[in-house]
């Protein structure tokens, strides 16, 4: 647990320096992680109401109830992702995944019913996150495409030139949808 800190190539620095500036956050985190606080405390509110009703509402049946809805919580929140030219970010209530995009060796799909995106890089980190997160932020995207983009020039990119292309098919896709939609087209 905890994070994984994997230590920069010589001179890595200089480039992270003048890329500084930009960074891109996931906008609708916030949101979901309101989501998921309401439901917990939905479930724990409801559960307490109830055994309370009943009359069986104790200490030891209030913990339980109290440690079923954070740990509803804590299935319920989403990963914090950010990007930055050559960073990507994802953390979780306790751990932080971290990849360097510049030089990305890898980029897969994951098979099943909630897909996720993998990206591992040169310095062997990983980082699973759901695709959606990119398709709603485009600033996000960007800067990971761009970072794709020169992964392949370099040639570290080698496996996932394929993956890379479906997900700017699908973003493409959604954002053409967006507009139509919201020209009244759709």
């Given at each position: 647990?905890?994070?994984?800190?994997?230590?920069?190539?010589?001179?890595?620095?200089?480039?992270?320096?003048?890329?500084?500036?930009?960074?891109?956050?996931?906008?609708?985190?916030?949101?979901?992680?309101?989501?998921?606080?309401?439901?917990?405390?939905?479930?724990?509110?409801?559960?307490?109401?109830?055994?309370?009703?009943?009359?069986?509402?104790?200490?030891?049946?209030?913990?339980?109830?109290?440690?079923?809805?954070?740990?509803?919580?804590?299935?319920?929140?989403?990963?914090?992702?950010?990007?930055?030219?050559?960073?990507?970010?994802?953390?979780?209530?306790?751990?932080?995944?971290?990849?360097?995009?510049?030089?990305?060796?890898?980029?897969?799909?994951?098979?099943?019913?909630?897909?996720?995106?993998?990206?591992?890089?040169?310095?062997?980190?990983?980082?699973?996150?759901?695709?959606?997160?990119?398709?709603?932020?485009?600033?996000?995207?960007?800067?990971?495409?761009?970072?794709?983009?020169?992964?392949?020039?370099?040639?570290?990119l080698r496996e996932g030139a394929t993956a890379l292309r479906?997900?700017?098919?699908?973003?493409?896709?959604?954002?053409?949808?967006?507009?139509?939609?919201?020209?009244?087209?759709?």
């Open positions: 647990m905890g994070r994984r800190f994997t230590p920069d190539a010589p001179g890595s620095q200089d480039a992270d320096a003048a890329h500084s500036g930009s960074c891109a956050h996931d906008l609708h985190w916030a949101g979901e992680m309101r989501s998921a606080l309401g439901v917990a405390s939905l479930l724990c509110t409801a559960l307490f109401a109830v055994d309370a009703a009943s009359g069986r509402l104790g200490p030891a049946r209030g913990a339980l109830w109290a440690g079923l809805a954070f740990l509803l919580f804590a299935i319920m929140l989403p990963q914090r992702v950010s990007v930055r030219p050559g960073r990507l970010s994802a953390r979780r209530m306790l751990t932080t995944d971290t990849v360097r995009t510049d030089s990305l060796v890898s980029v897969h799909w994951t098979d099943g019913v909630a897909q996720r995106l993998v990206l591992r890089d040169a310095q062997g980190n990983r980082a699973e996150i759901d695709p959606t997160v990119l398709t709603r932020n485009p600033a996000m995207w960007h800067l990971l495409d761009t970072d794709g983009r020169a992964a392949i020039q370099r040639g570290t479906e997900l700017a098919r699908h973003i493409d896709r959604e954002t053409a949808h967006t507009v139509f939609k919201v020209s009244g087209l759709h």
